[in-house]
């Protein structure tokens, strides 16, 4: 019976595999940022956008496009804020 020499390809795997799982908890690791403000449908044609550290609404559109033109709008104005108070 002929015996199987299955060590080399180990030896070629290992570091395929600790490369793999270095690459996996690399993006582990990586901080998705938050919107500020969210879309969200609640009625027929009706769209509130909440804001997403209080999880109040912040205002309201009747169509999609329009409620991300909001949006946008008050995620320039809240990062334009930010450290004006002083």
Avoid: C, W
């Amino acid at each position: 019976m002929q015996q199987l020499n299955i060590r080399p390809q180990l030896a070629e795997l290992l570091p395929l595999t600790a490369a793999a799982r270095a690459a996996f908890e690399e993006r582990r690791t990586v901080v998705v940022e938050k919107p500020a403000y969210q879309i969200r449908p609640t009625g027929r044609g009706f769209f509130h956008i909440i804001d997403t550290a209080t999880e109040k609404a912040a205002g309201f559109r009747r169509s999609h496009a329009e409620a991300l033109a909001y949006a946008d709008i008050l995620t320039i104005r809240k990062r334009d804020d930010i450290g004006a108070e002083g």
